[in-house]
């Protein structure tokens, strides 16, 4: 004869039950979110927004269809372009980690003060809160320097921040791409 579970037990396995179901969802958000950026990167770069008739890419986000926040568009169009176009890292492996975990960990990425291996590391495996303190604060991003790729003709993140900084009559930054 099976003996009964005690509350305690029937409650524990229910918690269990439920935060798998939990964990699969968030698993499923993250593919969506990196899937959403690569998307809204090929858009951005494209300049699509054009063909759809808006004058600006920010008056394309401002369709209710859409329902993205500014700052939250940039960040995900630079987190796939920093990590998955220019470091070659797979949309399968960031489908791993939390967004919010890599827009803040980015900025110290790019300034070469740690390796791309430790920072996914500590984006897989520090708390939310843990990179913030350890690298600070993501930045905003509200300037993405852009520049035609001279090999595929896209418009590509400038490839330095000495690149970025210089002034370069192909070199498009965000503003004057939204002002087009």
Known sequence: MAKRKTPEER?????????EKI???TGAIKQVWIALAGHLHEFYTGQMWTALGHDKFESWLGDPAIGLKRSQTYQLIEVYEELVVKRGVSQEQLAELEMSKLAVVLPALRKGDVELEDVLADCEELSRSAPREQYGQSVPAERIPLTECEDCGKMCRAKSEAEAEAVDPNQIALEEVDAS
């Open 11 to 19: 409650a524990a396995e229910k918690a269990f039950a439920v935060e």
């Open 23 to 25: 964990k699969k969802g």
